[in-house]
């Protein structure tokens, strides 16, 4: 029905173990298919340990929008058995806060939620969570980089100490397996090749003036073969600003960032992933476990902040066997960030003509830099 055939390389490594009952660090990205690497034994194990209707596993996400994901995905994993689950996260109304409650208090099998919610719950007392057998958190990395330790940390002493414990990583910094070691327990280690963009990606960047990116997007958006396209910006307002832009041009785009609310989010993810929309334009709240099929082209509108942000952003382009572009923006104050970028790729990006109809533009040099406390300093 899903029309799954073959594993992929993180399910054949992940499964197994996870069947095995041992605690588990994966690090994979986005587009692997660690969802259900974690989903499937999951489930399985559950169907043959269910006995009452306590909370059995519970995953913990970064955002929202994952959340939803991972629990679409549930439903149709688990669509012929048993196994119930529930979304739990921030921003519902009260119909859902009383579904939440039930399903906390008299006990769905799986509960994928956001940590913030969670906690929100937990302090009620309601929550039903003394018989849990697995936990797992997904995209840890995302979710220490918002702050969200201490949130986690709680969560985890109000669970029983004997269960299997997941934590799904893209990155593993130190401060992940400073946070691996106080909750897993002889955790095998499975590594799936990071920080490298799909190789079907075609990376091209452009060097131009601040003034010249909407013009350049303009521009490239003109081609009516433009069926699907993601814009990142680093901010909300730009991101406002540039889909402004675009609608005054006729093109069909809207923006997606935290200042909208649930259901309006949902409708411009729901619009785009229906190809209603052509153009979302995105803050990173998109970079990181958003589920999209048949994307053409990833644009960063902006520089992103750091190497991992940029391979996350352009992940979301040719997902399984497609081919997809990833066209980035560098403006003279982008260039070192950028540098950064290719030099964590091992590859220098092909930087593309910007067409003479839009002025002369800078030439790429950038100043070597390195990071030292969060600060940037010159060679």
Not at 49 to 74: F, G, S, Y
Not at 225 to 244: D, I, N
Request: hydrophobic fraction near 40%.
């Amino acid at each position: 029905m899903l029309g799954f055939k073959t594993t992929t390389p993180v399910q054949e490594k992940t499964i197994p173990m996870v069947m095995d009952g041992k605690d588990m660090t994966v690090v994979a990205q986005t587009g692997t298919g660690k969802t259900a690497a974690f989903l499937l034994p999951i489930i399985d194990k559950i169907i043959n340990t269910k006995t009452d209707e306590h909370i059995k596993a519970l995953i913990i996400v970064p955002t929202r929008e994952l959340a939803i994901q991972i629990d679409q995905q549930m439903e149709g994993l688990s669509y012929y058995t048993p196994v119930s689950s529930i979304a739990v996260y921030g921003g519902t109304d009260g119909a859902s806060f009383s579904m939440e409650k039930t399903a906390l208090s008299k006990g769905a099998d799986m509960i994928i939620c956001t940590p913030g919610k969670m906690i929100s719950h937990l302090n009620m007392g309601y929550v039903k969570i003394n018989e849990l057998q697995y936990l797992v958190l997904d995209e840890a990395d995302r979710m220490l980089d918002i702050g969200f330790y201490d949130d986690i940390m709680r969560i985890i002493s109000h669970l029983p100490k004997v269960r299997q414990s997941l934590l799904f990583s893209a990155t593993f910094p130190p401060k992940i397996r400073e946070l691996a070691q106080k909750i897993l327990k002889d955790p095998v280690e499975v590594n799936i090749g990071i920080s490298k963009p799909a190789e079907k990606i075609l990376q091209i960047a452009y060097v131009v003036y601040e003034n010249q990116k909407i013009p350049l997007l303009k521009f490239l958006l003109s081609d009516n073969l433009v069926r699907s396209v993601l814009v990142f910006c680093s901010t909300k307002k730009s991101a406002k600003e540039l889909t402004r832009e675009l609608k005054k041009q006729g093109l069909s785009a809207k923006d997606i960032h935290s200042d909208l609310d649930q259901n309006e989010r949902k409708e411009a993810l729901t619009q785009f992933k229906n190809k209603k929309l052509n153009i979302l334009v995105a803050t990173d709240i998109l970079s990181r476990g958003i589920d999209i099929e048949d994307i053409d082209q990833v644009i960063n509108f902006d520089v992103p902040n750091d190497g991992e942000d940029y391979i996350h952003r352009i992940g979301r382009t040719a997902r399984a066997e497609a081919d997809g572009i990833a066209i980035t923006f560098i403006s003279p104050k982008e260039q070192s960030g950028f540098l950064s970028i290719e030099q964590l790729l091992g590859e220098s990006i092909h930087k593309a003509v910007v067409p003479h109809q839009f002025g002369e533009s800078p030439k790429y040099n950038p100043k070597k830099s390195f990071q030292r406390r969060g600060k940037n300093f010159r060679r």
